[in-house]
């Protein structure tokens, strides 16, 4: 038998799920959205005033799309020591 923890733990503290470290990194929903987001959102802005101004009109359609992709992916849960990603489980 494995000896109990007798580590209280009242915070909520995230770690990972596979390896167990506490050394992770959290992305939040937000960070998460601007991290995806920004790479396409400039190459659309750059077409848009390189082309034609009416593609300026699919970036909400991007936003749209990436805040939905973010929540199902995120908070995301990257792993220091085993570069493990997973995603924190949001109940409600
Ligand atoms: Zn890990």
């Not at 990436?66 to 020591?81: E, G, S, T």
């Amino acid at each position: 038998m494995a000896s109990a923890r007798t580590k209280q733990r009242t915070g909520r503290e995230i770690h990972c799920s596979s390896c167990e470290s506490e050394q992770v990194i959290v992305i939040s929903k937000w960070r998460y959205i601007i991290m995806t987001a920004i790479w396409p959102l400039l190459i659309t802005l750059a077409i848009g005033v390189l082309f034609h101004l009416l593609f300026l009109l699919f970036i909400p359609a991007l936003i749209w799309m990436n805040i939905m992709v973010a929540k199902r992916k995120a908070p995301l849960v990257i792993c220091r020591a085993c570069r493990h990603t997973s995603v924190v489980s949001a109940s409600g």
